[in-house]
């Protein structure tokens, strides 16, 4: 591999492991009893490399491979590059998991290409992923199954929020550590909150003005570690560069950039993830407890 690795995602695996293709690129790597299991839930991991591929840029590592570790992994996954380490607890045989291979996957582009400069800006890594994971899903499975996907992640979000409290520091896009462990800020809210930073952008763009902006951002900051003002900065130029002034003024003077990154608690825009299918289950549900 000739694409320089960041220190946290160089990763070593041993034991009685076989390897077997799902694909051109793709291929798992588990024990011998958890073949056949692994690759039925994972057949679709070549379709969505594509998909992901089609809405980004092209994938520059070649081969992935996912190695399903004991349930005793302590993580659902870890996207070292060319070998994502799972848990093959996530191998359930209905693939409800299989979001979580994407969301691994699309760290390929989001973590591993584009890499956070600090854990203050965690967000980076993690809201980006969540964002093209899910547009991934859109494509496999429907705009409403990310919807439910993100009222669930929001709902889990707030709840971390509540745990750290509402006015605290770790609950912004921005945590400072003030010498504190890194583990100590990491929840779901660089993910979920980040995710709808970027799905507001989104909103105020146009979904395909929001693609070109996040390949030109891939590309240019490819193989680098970059703060929040990189991001803000290069997002400013491509709304410039994109729309006539008056727009391109309309647009920004929207975004309160600093509520969103560094203001504690809940988004400064409630985005709309609403979607039918949510409110269906959510009555089938309370049905079934009267």
Do not use: C
């Not at 973590?111 to 964002?131: A, K, Y």
């Not at 929207?254 to 825009?269: M, S």
């Amino acid at each position: 591999m000739k694409i320089p690795v960041e220190s946290y995602l160089l990763a070593f695996a041993g034991g009685n492991l076989v390897e077997q293709r799902l694909g051109p690129r793709t291929a798992i790597i588990t024990e011998p009893e958890l073949v056949d299991k692994a690759m039925s839930e994972l057949a679709d991991l070549e379709h969505a490399l594509a998909v992901e591929e089609a809405y980004l840029t092209a994938y520059v590592w070649g081969s992935y491979k996912i190695l399903l570790l004991p349930p005793s992994f302590p993580y659902g996954g870890m996207e070292n590059p060319l070998l994502t380490f799972a848990n093959s607890a996530l191998v359930s045989g209905d693939k409800s998991a299989f979001p979580m291979f994407v969301h691994e996957l699309s760290h390929s582009w989001f973590g591993n290409l584009v890499t956070n400069e600090n854990w203050s800006n965690f967000w980076l890594n993690e809201g980006f992923t969540v964002f093209a994971e899910r547009k991934t899903d859109a494509i496999l499975y429907g705009v409403d199954s990310t919807k439910v996907a993100a009222k669930l992640g929001n709902s889990s979000m707030y709840m971390d929020m509540v745990n750290f409290g509402l006015d605290s520091n770790y609950t912004s896009l921005h945590p400072m550590l003030n010498g504190n462990h890194p583990d100590s800020s990491i929840s779901g809210i660089p993910y979920e909150k980040g995710y709808q930073f970027l799905f507001y952008l989104e909103s105020l763009v146009g979904e395909k003005n929001f693609q070109t902006f996040i390949q030109s951002y891939v590309n240019t900051f490819i193989m680098k570690s970059i703060d929040v003002d990189d991001f803000k900065d290069f997002f400013i130029n491509h709304v410039r560069k994109s729309f006539e002034s008056n727009k391109a003024k309309e647009i920004l003077d929207q975004i309160d950039w600093k509520t969103w990154i560094y203001g504690p608690g809940l988004p400064p825009v409630t985005v709309d993830l609403e979607t039918k299918i949510y409110k269906e289950a959510v009555a089938i549900a309370h049905h079934y407890m009267e």
